[in-house]
């Protein structure tokens, strides 16, 4: 079950029919295949912001081999350059973090840090699911923070030393 709809290996249509996607504004010329481009197919090619889309005048779904391919490829890769640009959008790949596991207190000073505007009297899921939705549109340049994190680990020091003034060689 990978979202393509195919059928028996011989159930092509007609051996004129074309591929119904448009590639980067120019109509696909190559033979429809069996599989075909369905809401799930579409939603993948959204969030991928790949360069395709239905051609409105095609009387079929089906697309060919060759996009098939590169949207099963676009779906397993994961987008490592694409998550410095891309600050706003969410990955549905990359784990979720569960904030209800922490404590009030503790979501509280997030609250209060980050200056996030919550309803007066929210519980302790309505609050996590507030700062979740904050947490999410944080932008990482996941670069950045995995060479300064192998630096501290590396240097045996946190960035709480840091503010208080102490080093990792007086310790």
Same mark, same amino acid.
């Given at each position: ?21 448009? &590639? ?28 395709? #889309?239905?051609? #409105?005048?095609?009387? #079929?779904?089906?697309?060919? &081999? ?67 939705? #904050? ?37």
């Amino acid at each position: 079950m990978n979202g393509f709809s195919t059928g028996e290996e011989d159930s092509r249509g007609p051996p004129d029919q074309i591929c119904c996607l448009v &590639d980067e504004e120019e109509r696909c010329l190559r033979p429809a295949g069996n599989a075909s481009y369905s809401k799930r197919i579409q939603k993948t090619v959204t969030q991928r912001r790949l360069k395709l #889309h239905l051609d #409105h005048a095609a009387r #079929h779904i089906y697309i060919c &081999d060759y996009h098939k391919d590169v949207i099963q490829k676009a779906r397993t890769k994961r987008r490592r350059k694409d998550s410095e640009e891309d600050s706003n959008e969410t990955d549905t790949d990359l784990p979720e973090v569960d904030l209800f596991q922490l404590q009030v207190n503790t979501l509280r000073r997030y609250k209060r840090h980050y200056k996030v505007s919550t309803r007066p009297g929210t519980n302790k899921a309505q609050l996590a699911d507030t700062l979740m939705k #904050h947490f999410k549109t944080i932008p990482v340049v996941e670069k950045e923070a995995l060479t300064f994190f192998i630096y501290m680990v590396k240097s045996n020091s946190n960035k709480l030393d840091q503010k208080n003034g102490i080093s990792a060689d007086t310790t």
